[in-house]
């Protein structure tokens, strides 16, 4: 590039910096838009009595800060005050007393429950109880001595239902002590 020709692109320049100078300071775009002009006429706000309120200001000085019991930087709201009425006696019903429960059944006499086994081919478990000389084999659906249906066989309890009223009870599994074979 030659220098006449820089020259030309100087001047160029210059001219386009003053127009732009010119619109943006001086211009009238600046005059027509005043709230853009900080030195806008200054127009008050109008108050009919610009004394103090000496009486409001002296009660809010006054006033003290107490705190409700909750945390003001915790997300989670304590738990609602205690009221009378939750503090007074408990309730007390009237009317005829509900006898308890009765306890859960037993099986008869001296059945005991001592073990329990499976056939290989994959059939239930099959538990064995007795009452003295007689044993009884009887699986899971099963019935014993007519009046109780086995439900589950664990590997330490045995439950049981007693089919004329459907309650339900539980016997454990006892150790029968090993006892040496007659001769």
Avoid at 134 to 145: D, R, S
Wanted: proline letters at 11%; a positive charge; glycine letters at 8%.
């Amino acid at each position: 590039m030659s220098e006449k020709t820089k020259a030309i692109w100087l001047a160029g320049l210059i001219v386009v910096a003053v127009i732009v100078w010119y619109f943006s300071g001086k211009g009238p775009a600046a005059v027509s838009n005043p709230s853009l002009n900080p030195a806008a006429a200054y127009k008050p706000l109008a108050v009919e009595n610009p004394e103090l309120k000496r009486d409001i200001l002296e009660h809010s000085r006054k006033t003290e800060y107490k705190s409700g019991g909750r945390d003001l930087f915790s997300m989670i709201a304590p738990p609602p005050p205690e009221t009378a009425a939750k503090r007074e006696v408990a309730h007390t019903s009237y009317g005829p007393v509900m006898p308890p429960p009765p306890p859960p059944p037993a099986l008869p006499g001296n059945v005991r429950f001592f073990g329990y086994g499976t056939v290989p081919n994959g059939t239930a478990k099959r538990a064995f109880l007795t009452d003295g000389d007689q044993i009884f084999i009887v699986a899971e659906g099963e019935t014993l001595l007519g009046k109780y249906r086995v439900v589950k066989i664990g590997n330490a309890n045995l439950d049981f239902e007693e089919i004329a009223t459907g309650r339900r009870g539980s016997t454990t599994l006892t150790e029968e002590p090993a006892t040496a074979p007659a001769s």
